[in-house]
């Protein structure tokens, strides 16, 4: 079974690390170092993040 592509963009990820306080573990570690709670807290934002943008396009 092929891997499938993230839908985050490293950009996104990398500032949400940083707003969440564990970037400095993604610098040291990767990605796989993250505790899995962070990564949810990291998915939990992004999706914040995209209704947030569908509200503001919706009010235009």
Avoid: C, P
């Avoid at 891997?3 to 985050?8: L, Q, S």
């Amino acid at each position: 079974m092929a891997r499938r592509r993230g839908i985050m963009s490293d950009q996104l990820k990398e500032e949400i690390a940083k707003e969440l306080g564990f970037y400095d573990t993604v610098q040291q570690e990767g990605w796989g170092g993250i505790k899995a709670r962070d990564a949810g807290n990291m998915v939990k934002r992004a999706i914040e993040i995209a209704q947030e943008s569908m509200n503001q396009d919706s009010n235009h």
